[in-house]
Structures are given as C-alpha cells and as structure tokens.
C-alpha cells in the first residue's frame, strides 16, 4: 500500500454515537428494506426523523452489498449512505465478498457525490452475527485499498465504534493495513 494515500487521507478509529458526527455523509449499516431496524439502523433512522423512511421507500431497497444515498434529513450529517451487509453464515457464504462490496460501494457514492468526510460503522457485526474481527479486517483493508487507488479523494474517513471494546478490535484491523 503507497504512504501517499494515507498522508492525503485522514484515517480515524473513535469509539463514538455515529449519529452525532458533523461529516458530509455516515454511513447507515441497513436492512434491504431500508426502514430501519435495530442497533446502528434504528439509531440512525431515529435521530433523522421520519423523512429518512420515506426516503428509503422512494429507493425500493438495497441488496447485500449495495450502497444507495439519502439526504441526513435531522442529523449533523449532511447524507447518510445506506448498505446491506451480510448475515454471517460461517464464512461460506461469500459474506467477506459481500461485506468488502460494501465498503468499496459506500466510498465510490461519497466519490460521485463529492462528499470528503465519511463515518462507518461496524457493519453486519450487529444483529446480522459477523465476527467482529474477521469483520474489522475486511473493512480496513476494503478502506485502505480504495483509498490508495483514489488518493486525494477524501479528507478523513472515521471507523466508529459505539464503545471502547470495539473501538480496539476495529483500531487493531486499521494498524494492520496502516503499516
């Protein structure tokens, strides 16, 4: 992986409510409905108010590893990026495959909209069982290859955590790839 990429963007691990960030977009960890659901979904489509659900109906759905864009509506960020991780199933499942497309689909929405900060969350470690570990590698290194392959396109991206214990696994995965 070239420096370069990693001195252009910023990369963080918080351990944070990610619905609280003041960045152009967060990502939202959905439901192929995209009417929200519980854990980081539910929190999401809770604070932004009741336009995020149309919204979301007005899209038809999102398939597993899919990425579609909504406005932020109430939250401190300007768009939310909806995606559909997998459910795990073992790992047999192409699920490192689908969850990898997830990240690569977010950034390239944040790319064509222009958007230069962007917030994830552990996606489908939740109520969809993926370890968190294995869940947090894919994501760093998801990250850290489209980042090298658009350099100057982001000024930070934020892996946030909804507490310490997690925060340290994800921040783990991060120095994996960092180095």
């Not at 590698?137 to 930070?156: L, N, S």
Request: with cysteine.
């Amino acid at each position: 992986m070239s420096g370069e990429a990693r001195q252009t963007t910023a990369m963080q691990v918080i351990a944070a409510d990610i619905t609280t960030l003041r960045v152009d977009a967060i990502v939202n960890a959905a439901n192929s409905s995209l009417q929200g659901g519980g854990g980081v979904d539910g929190a999401i489509h809770r604070k932004a108010g009741p336009e995020l659900a149309a919204a979301g109906r007005s899209l038809g759905g999102c398939e597993p590893g899919q990425a579609c864009i909504t406005e932020g509506y109430r939250l401190p960020a300007r768009y939310v990026i909806h995606t559909v991780g997998p459910v795990w199933h073992g790992g047999q499942a192409s699920e490192p495959a689908l969850l990898a497309s997830c990240y690569r689909e977010s950034l390239q929405l944040a790319l064509d909209n222009g958007l230069r900060t962007v917030a994830f969350p552990a996606i489908s470690t939740g109520v969809f069982g993926y370890p968190q570990d294995e869940a947090a590698r894919v994501a760093a290194k998801a990250v850290f290859t489209f980042v090298d392959r658009h350099p100057d396109a982001f000024d930070e991206i934020i892996f946030c955590a909804f507490d310490e214990t997690r925060r340290q696994v994800i921040e783990a995965a991060v120095e994996e790839f960092r180095a």
